[in-house]
């Protein structure tokens, strides 16, 4: 079953990567400039750290960026894979308490970046609706309409993570 909205289409995002909060930044491989040029994103030395959740070749960071790639499918998750978004949330949340910028990536920069950086936000001491308010607010309307990581996020991806783990036992 795919979580994805498809009742109308998502545009490509407005800018390569916004500021969600101080030194945590979302975006993506492609985004569409004022001119409704499809545009691709590659990163250089802007950020401390990188986090690609979705990653292609030539679309950076350089060499002596620490860059963390982990893909995951924007779709429902493995207890495994929530496990995963949950260790990325954790070293991006130390990364930001140490006064690190730091940008978390997908293809759009919408639902999977969306996750890693809601979880990051509650590792800073939001709550979930709070997360997910904040990213749209700053990054886009758009951003986490895949409702399965709404769900897991209003319910804690700890949760999530055992109920999926339970789903998939004998």
């Known amino acids: 079953m795919k979580a994805r909205r498809t009742d109308h289409p998502v545009p490509d995002p407005g800018s390569p990567w916004d500021e969600i ?3 945590l930044w979302m975006g993506g491989h492609v985004w569409e400039d004022d001119r409704n040029r499809h545009l691709d994103v590659v990163v250089d030395r802007e950020f401390d750290l990188v986090i690609s959740l979705f990653t292609r070749v030539g679309h950076g960071p350089p060499d002596g960026v620490e860059h963390h790639v982990s ?3 924007d779709d429902w998750l493995t207890s495994g894979q929530i496990d995963r978004v949950r260790g990325l ?10 006064g690190r910028t730091v940008l978390v990536r997908c293809y759009s920069g919408y639902n999977r970046s969306g996750l890693v950086v809601a979880q990051t936000l509650i590792e800073l001491g939001h709550d979930g609706a709070g997360a997910i308010d904040l990213i749209r607010r700053r990054r886009s309307s758009y951003a986490l309409h895949n409702l399965a990581f709404e769900r897991y996020l209003m319910t804690g991806l700890d949760i999530a993570s055992l109920l999926t783990g339970l789903e998939s036992s004998p």
């Open 71 to 73: 893909p995951i499918p």
């Open 21 to 23: 909060t101080t030194c």
């Open 89 to 98: 949330a954790v070293l991006a949340a130390d990364a930001v308490r140490a």
